[in-house]
């Protein structure tokens, strides 16, 4: 679609520039003094008020309102407020919500090119993945490639930090102590394949139902991030946070594609400043909430461990042989890891 390639060039052009541009059904629209629209944007986010992501979105919204003298706001809604991932997803490429964070493995359903950035160790660190992930050079097709089938853009991303796993009953040392355990996991192809690697029984589910799935025995163990282990409560049913720091997760910041092209060209340009200081300003906000949220876990009676590194990374190796299927994927893998370098 000539739309569609438009926007390609503009991304590849000015990477997450091509942010919302744009009211949508959840919003108020308006005519500007500035010659584009006008209005609220609706933002759904499954964390807590106390969340890095929330507090970066939250601020980001405060900016833009007084960058763009009121044309433009933003009400960020926590709590899965609007409907867990997937349906807020659905919302957006519908245009009743205006943008998501949603998880990368939400994107891999659609586009399994996005997949390759879901891999476990594609990335060294937070720094690594947050120069991939905003270089247009990289990926600027991909996050264009839902446009014409499902509506959406994405505009860039928030890391989830190093994920490991925690447990209801033991510390996890070595691959061979999940043998059996029913392991949450989010709902993806490579999420699966990491626990079967693990030996352990994948267990898909949603994230807010994982707190009563831990504490009913639905689950035995679950993998994640310190910040959401402990915002969410989750060392309260599983006290044991094994640091196997198998990958570092990701969320993407995404919009409904019809919004695009709405905004003027001068609220077009305050809004991208303002979504690189707010990308900016949560990975410095995680950091400090990853230190902050170990020593509270910490003081709350959670144990934290350390692993055999290799015998994780033995188990963990193949899997991105497994799931790099084409040409694009190896290219998507191959300029992911030179970043590092």
């Known amino acids: 679609?000539?739309?569609?390639?438009?926007?390609?060039?503009?991304?590849?052009?000015?990477?997450?520039?091509?942010?919302?541009?744009?009211?949508?059904?959840?919003?108020?629209?308006?005519?500007?003094?500035?010659?584009?629209?006008?209005?609220?944007?609706?933002?759904?986010?499954?964390?807590t008020e106390e969340h890095p992501s929330y507090i970066a979105l939250d601020n980001f919204g405060k900016r833009l309102e007084a960058a763009t003298?009121?044309?433009?706001?933003?009400?960020?809604?926590?709590?899965?407020?609007?409907?867990?991932?997937?349906?807020?997803?659905?919302?957006v490429s519908q245009g009743a919500v205006d943008l998501a964070i949603v998880s990368g493995t939400q994107l891999e359903n659609l586009n399994k090119d996005f997949r390759v950035f879901n891999l476990?160790?594609?990335?060294?660190?937070?720094?690594?993945?947050?120069?991939?992930?905003?270089?247009p050079k990289v990926t600027g097709e991909l996050y264009t490639s839902l446009e014409e089938s499902n509506n959406l853009t994405v505009l860039g991303g928030f890391t989830q930090g190093a994920r490991s796993i925690y447990t209801n009953d033991a510390p996890v040392?070595?691959?061979?102590?999940?043998?059996?355990?029913?392991?949450r996991v989010q709902e993806s192809d490579v999420m699966i394949a990491l626990a079967e690697a693990l030996g352990a029984s994948a267990t898909p589910m949603a994230f807010g139902e994982l707190y009563t799935a831990l504490q009913s025995g639905v689950v035995d163990a679950a993998e994640n991030n310190e910040v959401s282990y402990?915002?969410?409560?989750?060392?309260?049913?599983?006290?044991?946070?094994?640091?196997?720091?198998?990958l570092v997760g990701l969320d993407y910041l995404i919009v409904n594609?019809?919004?695009?092209?709405?905004?003027?060209?001068?609220?077009?340009?305050?809004?991208?400043?303002e979504w690189t200081a707010t990308h900016e300003e949560h990975t410095k906000l995680w950091t400090t909430a990853t230190e902050e949220d170990i020593a509270s876990a910490k003081a709350a009676g959670a144990t934290f461990s350390e692993v055999d590194e290799a015998a994780f990374d033995k188990v963990l190796e193949p899997i991105a042989g497994k799931f790099i299927e084409n040409d694009a994927q190896q290219a998507l893998y191959d300029a992911a890891r030179a970043a590092a370098k």
């Open 257 to 273: 594609s019809d919004l695009l092209g709405k905004m003027s060209e001068a609220d077009r340009a305050v809004f991208q400043k």
């Open 120 to 135: 476990p160790k594609v990335f060294d660190d937070v720094e690594h993945q947050m120069k991939v992930i905003h270089d």
């Open 230 to 246: 402990f915002t969410q409560k989750h060392f309260e049913v599983a006290p044991h946070f094994s640091q196997t720091n198998h």
């Open 173 to 183: 040392k070595t691959p061979a102590d999940l043998a059996g355990k029913k392991l």
């Open 69 to 91: 003298e009121g044309r433009w706001k933003m009400d960020v809604y926590p709590n899965e407020t609007l409907g867990a991932q997937q349906e807020a997803l659905q919302l």
């Open 1 to 47: 679609m000539l739309r569609t390639k438009i926007f390609s060039l503009v991304a590849v052009a000015t990477a997450t520039a091509l942010a919302l541009t744009g009211c949508g059904g959840g919003g108020e629209a308006g005519g500007s003094s500035t010659g584009g629209e006008s209005g609220t944007l609706r933002v759904a986010l499954n964390q």
